[in-house]
């Protein structure tokens, strides 16, 4: 990356090849808009069998933006097995997230889930007594500490890149999509596919 990075500044266009270009990342709004008086457990406070992913079960969860804020696709990810669960939502309210997480991840095995601040999250509390699991929250603008679920990110954005309305993508065309991810062997799972690491003997 550094060559290709010395390569940019002389004018050249390898850099042009990744398939992530590393775009600068910015703010999306001016101030947190965290409620006020509602509690949080930081990811300081993550035990560290979570960080080291030595177990099935810890998830990451993330909220997708369709161009226009028209329509929202919501991620969640097995830090350990990189198992993947894709929703599409009409909307951002925390009652529908809640609801969504619950029923997305029913049948699984779940021990934790780590977060960021967006307030979309803000009913994380009846989420986390619900599922009987705690609830953990990066740092504000660190996107980095959920660095599993920012990945799979950038692999749904190959299929939904950021200019497109997400509110008129079919159920059916993301199920699609997320069953290609849950078959598709990584390099850190020794060239097995999600869903033969998190329904296997692995873990």
């Known amino acids: 990356y550094r060559y290709l990075q010395r390569d940019k500044q002389r004018g050249g266009d390898l850099w042009k090849n990744l398939r992530h270009l590393r775009k600068r990342r ?13 509690p949080r457990k930081f990811i300081e406070q993550r035990p560290e069998v979570i960080n080291q992913r030595k177990r099935i ?19 969640l990810i097995d830090r350990k097995t990189q198992l993947v669960k894709l929703v599409g939502l009409k909307n951002n309210k925390a009652s529908l997230i809640h609801v969504e997480t619950v029923q997305s991840l029913r049948g699984l095995s779940v021990k934790s889930m780590t977060n960021d601040n967006g307030v979309e999250f803000s009913s994380y509390l009846k989420t986390a007594k619900e599922m009987k699991i705690p609830i953990y929250f990066s740092r504000p603008y660190a996107s980095w500490e959920r660095g599993t679920v920012e990945n799979v990110n950038k692999l749904v954005r190959q299929y939904f890149p ?5 509110k008129e993508i079919s159920d059916e065309k ?3 999509v997320e069953t290609l991810l849950n078959h598709r062997p990584r390099k850190k799972l020794g060239f097995r596919t999600p869903i033969e690491t998190n329904f296997g003997k692995i873990g």
């Open 26 to 38: 910015h703010r999306r709004f001016g101030q947190p808009r965290w409620p006020q008086g509602l």
């Open 57 to 75: 079960g810890d998830f990451e969860r993330d909220l997708m933006v369709g161009a226009g804020r028209q329509g929202y696709l919501m991620a």
């Open 174 to 176: 993301i199920k699609m």
């Open 162 to 166: 950021k200019k497109t309305n997400l």
